[in-house]
């Protein structure tokens, strides 16, 4: 059964602070994703990973970094946090095959003050 | 650019109705179609995908959605709901450009 973890369920910060969400995933796949998750939004790609130290910037990559040094743990970073950063984050994972269904974390509610 | 529509923002239903969510895609070539549902605190997960072959493509739970490719549309249907149906479905497609997109969102509210 795949399983994506998530660091933290929430997570409140105050603008101008680095933050760090982390993701791990135990199913050995290629592909990580981190999308933000808004109200009558959907979800947007932020950035994706389809390998270890590989990565490809999504819709809204503006604002945030992605670290992928391990195949299982993708990073999402924000530099300076900043209140419309305030979301919620969700990771996933599929395999190589980006036509494969994705596998999500339970997400991250990040609020920015 | 490429998009995906759910016109239905919030669908509030009682129980043993039937539902059709409507999603719509902007994109010419080959796609392959997805729609995934969250139920209240859970994750995200797949409900039903269509890669190819027959266009009706049955899921979990009793539903079942339509690829029709004149109309651009991949709608989820569902012959009698239950009050364990209200969640939010998202409508995804990838193109063969390996591009994913995610529809706003449908939340499904079904009166008990």
């Known amino acids: 059964d795949v399983k994506v973890t998530q660091s933290s369920r929430y997570l409140v910060k105050r603008t101008g602070e680095k933050v760090f969400l982390e993701c791990v995933q135990d199913m050995d796949h290629e592909n990580m994703f981190w999308y933000r998750q808004d109200p009558g939004l959907g979800l947007r790609l932020i950035y994706f990973s389809y390998d270890v130290k590989m990565k490809e910037k999504g819709d809204i990559p503006e604002g945030y970094s992605v670290s992928r040094e391990k195949k299982e743990r993708f990073s999402l970073i924000l530099e300076s946090a900043s209140t419309n950063q305030t979301s919620m984050y969700l990771c996933?994972?599929?395999?190589?095959?980006?036509?494969?269904?994705?596998?999500f974390g339970p997400g991250t509610r990040l609020t920015v003050t | 650019a490429q998009s995906v529509s759910q016109h239905n923002h919030h669908v509030i239903l009682s129980e043993a109705a039937s539902l059709e969510l409507g999603c719509n895609y902007s994109y010419g070539g080959t796609v392959n179609l997805f729609w995934y549902v969250q139920y209240p605190g859970q994750h995200l997960q797949l409900l039903l995908k269509?890669?190819?072959?027959?266009?009706l493509v049955k899921g979990i739970k009793g539903f079942e959605a339509e690829f029709i490719k004149s109309k651009f549309s991949f709608n989820l249907r569902k012959p009698s709901v239950q009050w364990s149906d209200t969640a939010e479905y998202f409508c995804a497609v990838i193109s063969s450009a390996s591009k994913i997109i995610f529809g706003s969102g449908t939340r499904l509210s079904i009166r008990p």
């Open positions: 996933a994972s599929s395999l190589r095959d980006i036509s494969y269904e994705q596998y």
């Open positions: 269509y890669f190819s072959g027959d266009p």
